[in-house]
């Protein structure tokens, strides 16, 4: 199985403040037709998780321009430009390029 | 509105089988692969086990593999996972989502818990 390894795990953020996610992936994430299905989930206190980033870099729609991925082959980052109130939860990495699909351990973000 | 809403989970003793289910409505469902997602308390997501738009062809996680399955009914806009020989590592909220490029839409979790 691909592991997914994410960084920090506990994230401390002041509000107004950027902030950054690093995954790392065990193997390749680019699948045999270019692509690379990397996503990136929110799940606030008590919700169901939500996605944001789908393939890398595409934010899902509602999403706030605020989020952002990058990266590329087995190395990416998730980025917030300006921390808000409403961003405290847990952040999850996942590949969908093999099986079975991997999730990261989860990035816990609080405001300080 | 796009929605899944997952129901059929409850408290089950080990050994013991439950069958949850997932209405879709908003989106053209028999277009769509879909998955089954868990989250044990406290912990991180788990992917649990995957099926194609017209059911057939499946695939589980190891850790289910054998004694849950993974099943649709287009014509009702319905997933479903029969869970049999429970175990308490069974234990977690059980999601529904839609595949599009990884799991977009979620549904709201079905709380499962085996115990005696």
């Known amino acids: 199985d691909v592991v997914m390894t994410q960084s920090p795990l506990s994230l401390p953020v002041t509000l107004g403040q950027p902030a950054s996610i690093s995954c790392r992936s065990s193997q390749s994430l680019v699948y045999s037709d270019g692509n690379t299905f990397l996503n990136w989930f929110q799940q606030r206190p008590g919700q169901s998780p939500r996605r944001l980033i789908y393939?890398?870099?595409n934010r899902d729609s509602g999403v706030p321009d605020r989020f952002s991925g990058s990266g590329s082959g087995t190395d990416f980052t998730l980025n917030i430009s300006r921390v808000e109130a409403e961003d405290v939860g847990v952040y999850y990495c996942m590949q969908a390029t093999h099986w079975p699909y991997t999730f990261g351990q989860g990035t816990k973000l609080e405001i300080k | 509105e796009v929605q899944l809403v997952e129901s059929g989970g409850g408290l089950v003793q080990p050994g013991g089988s439950l069958r949850l289910s997932c209405a879709a409505s908003g989106f053209n469902f028999n277009k769509y692969w879909m998955h089954w997602v868990r989250q044990a308390p406290g912990k991180g997501l788990v992917w649990v086990s995957h099926?194609?738009?017209?059911?057939?062809?499946?695939t589980y996680a190891d850790s289910v593999k054998g004694r849950f399955t993974i099943s649709r009914d287009n014509a009702k806009n319905t997933l479903y996972l029969q869970m049999n020989s429970l175990r308490a590592e069974d234990t977690a909220v059980y999601y529904c989502t839609r595949a599009n490029s990884g799991p977009d839409i979620w549904g709201q979790g079905t709380m499962v818990t085996v115990s005696s």
């Open positions: 099926i194609n738009s017209d059911g057939s062809s499946t």
């Open positions: 393939k890398v870099s």
